[in-house]
């Protein structure tokens, strides 16, 4: 059970850690994990027809449009990975039998380990063995040093092999699923001026009731074996000189457009929604590939990686982390009287939580604020950040026993990309990530609106959210202390293999989207912006007359990488940055869509001094405050 620092701690015991440890055999952990329920149902992470209901209870309104929500678990952050055992042996290195003999190289004489050379056949009799004799206690030594030597040689060779199967059996514990499913990528980073390039990898929940425990965890009978939520999503991002870090959650209820997605599996084609949907149904539209292509599609930028937990992986790497510290500034019971809520009860003040206390902190959202989604997310900050200062100290994982153990958990629960797939990469992200100080990594909520088509859900909100984007686009951090002035948009030999063609050559088709929700588009924009690239040399400019769709931010989109450095071209003539030229599939040329943000003028507006923080909409929260506490509903007090 959790130790209360406070002045209390949960309701529920909890299990030891030690339960499921390795102390009486190689693979009685991983035994134990499977009579516990945690062993992984293949074929059932995939998408379905089947909807769900709420984790805590909560029944949603028929939609014919969307599956029900359903609250989830969520990725507890990125746990430092044990890296290969001492004494492995690596692909390609041979391995001797332990215990198995072997041939004499040729020409060595067939004698037993230890005879003296006296002995061998061919010595003459009488005195030679006279002599032999007194030597007898060396030769006994002799062998005995032999024989010992030879066991210390075979328990090297039989540890070195352990450990390497060690080794192996976590690689094949991990789940591999492809990185991007949809149609087309955002751009890679520019590197800066040392070569470096950012990091970005996103983090998903899965609310998939696929085992019995995670249907014993997540509640919702009827969903048994349905088709799995991203319940939780956040976007982390290490600089590219890693001295800081960015951390961006989208509430689930969020809608957006979701781009078209391939089951990589069965191979079926998700087309694009017409509208927009709840941003947790990508998961169900082929996996996490689907997932990062609707980030990728909405901020622009490049996702290199992806982790992805469920309910019950997020219980067993609480459990074998030991605990995590969370306050709540009054009693808290998530718990309503129709039997909504995630059961959490804890004292006011700060205490240690894990185990199925850890993952009801981060479901609960009756009892936090004003019981939305957003107030849950800062909850999930607040937990992040402290696992962070803890595996930063490595508090309650000093022996080799409970990393294993926390090794074992975080492999067994963790779906990747394939390219994260081996724990030699999930150690090398980890040193990546230790690299970055608490007080210079930020959590963010993406900034939000309520829908104006349906009050219980959230959109982006204009301007700030885009803002949010670039700065993560750019690379600048969001604790402001770097990035005040934006770098120069760097030149097409720079950014682009493919080199530019002459402005005379390059076909651009200019759209005026500058109108909005309260305003029509501003007349004759197209037109004037045409009038300026054929200036600029561009001659084969051309106006789209046609109504096109309103755009917050202004872009330069191009279908394929042979364009690419075409539609750079573009930009540098216009003063753009880089970050406003994305690849697209909704395009079949260069095209220059003008937002809402360039509705007069021939110069694109650049961003003021100050505007390189983010907006206050994010409810930025520094890594190093350790003094943060949830406020508490005084509904779900007792």
């Not at 006994?140 to 450990?163: D, N, S, Y």
Request: proline content about 8%; some cysteine.
């Amino acid at each position: 059970m959790g130790s209360a620092r406070s002045e209390g701690g949960p309701e529920r015991d909890q299990d030891p850690a030690g339960a499921l440890g390795w102390d009486d055999g190689l693979y009685e952990g991983r035994d134990a994990a499977v009579e516990t329920g945690r062993a992984k149902v293949p074929g059932q992470r995939g998408a379905g027809d089947a909807g769900g209901a709420d984790g805590e209870g909560e029944t949603e309104p028929e939609d014919p449009d969307e599956q029900p929500d359903r609250d989830s678990g969520t990725p507890v952050g990125v746990p430092e990975q044990p890296g290969p055992p001492d004494g492995e042996s690596g692909p390609g290195r041979r391995r001797p039998e332990a215990g198995g003999e072997r041939d004499a190289p040729d020409g060595a004489p067939d004698e037993a380990p230890g005879d003296a050379p006296g002995d061998a056949p061919g010595d003459a009799p009488g005195e030679a063995e006279e002599a032999a004799r007194p030597r007898k206690p060396k030769r006994r030594k002799r062998r005995i040093l032999a024989w010992t030597a030879a066991g210390l040689a075979l328990t090297l060779v039989a540890a070195g092999t352990a450990g390497w199967i060690y080794y192996q059996h976590l690689n094949d514990n991990l789940d591999r699923k492809p990185l991007h499913i949809g149609r087309s990528r955002a751009p890679e980073p520019t590197p800066n001026e040392a070569g470096q390039t950012p990091l970005n990898i996103l983090l998903i929940g899965s609310d998939a009731r696929d085992s019995e425990e995670n249907q014993r965890l997540g509640g919702a009978r009827e969903t048994f074996g349905g088709p799995a939520l991203a319940d939780v999503q956040m976007l982390l991002h290490l600089s590219a000189d890693r001295s800081n870090m960015s951390v961006i959650s989208m509430p689930r209820d969020t809608l957006l457009k979701i781009p078209e997605c391939t089951d990589p599996e069965s191979g079926k084609v998700y087309p694009a929604t017409v509208g927009t949907r709840m941003t947790n149904q990508t998961l169900m539209r082929g996996g996490p590939g689907c997932t990062v292509a609707t980030w990728e599609e909405l901020t622009g930028i490049r996702i290199d990686h992806f982790m992805m937990v469920d309910f019950a992986g997020v219980v067993s790497m609480a459990d074998a982390i030991g605990g995590v510290p969370v306050c709540v500034d009054a009693n808290l019971h998530s718990r309503t009287s129709d039997g909504k809520g995630s059961g959490l009860k804890l004292k006011k003040g700060t205490t240690e939580i894990k185990g199925e206390d850890a993952l009801a902190w981060l479901r609960t959202r009756y009892g936090f604020g004003d019981g939305s989604d957003i107030a849950r997310a800062k909850a999930q900050h607040m937990y992040m950040n402290s696992l962070v200062r803890k595996l930063r100290e490595n508090t309650g994982l000093s022996s080799p026993n409970k990393l294993r153990n926390l090794a074992e958990e975080a492999t067994e629960a963790l779906t990747v990309d394939e390219e994260l797939a081996s724990v030699a990469e999930l150690y090398a992200l980890a040193e990546e990530l230790k690299k970055v100080a608490p007080n210079r990594t930020t959590m963010a909520t993406m900034p939000w609106i309520w829908s104006p088509s349906d009050r219980n859900r959230v959109e982006p909100k204009p301007d700030d959210a885009e803002q949010l984007f670039r700065l993560v686009r750019e690379d600048i951090a969001l604790d402001g202390r770097d990035g005040d002035s934006p770098s120069p948009s760097p030149s097409n030999d720079e950014t682009s293999e493919d080199p530019a063609a002459d402005p005379a050559e390059i076909a651009v088709l200019v759209r005026n989207g500058t109108g909005s929700q309260v305003a029509a588009p501003v007349s004759g924009r197209a037109s004037d912006l045409v009038k300026l690239l054929t200036e600029a040399g561009f001659t084969r400019a051309t106006a789209d007359q046609s109504q096109v769709e309103n755009r917050e931010e202004t872009a330069i989109l191009y279908p394929s990488a042979e364009l690419e450095g075409d539609a750079q071209s573009v930009a540098e003539a216009l003063g753009m940055p880089l970050g406003t030229v994305r690849k697209s599939a909704e395009v079949s040329g260069v095209t220059l869509e003008i937002g809402a943000d360039w509705t007069e003028g021939d110069t694109f507006p650049k961003p003021e001094k100050g505007d390189n923080e983010p907006p206050d909409s994010a409810e930025a929260l520094n890594g190093s405050d350790d003094t943060a506490c949830m406020e508490v509903d005084p509904a779900f007090t007792w």
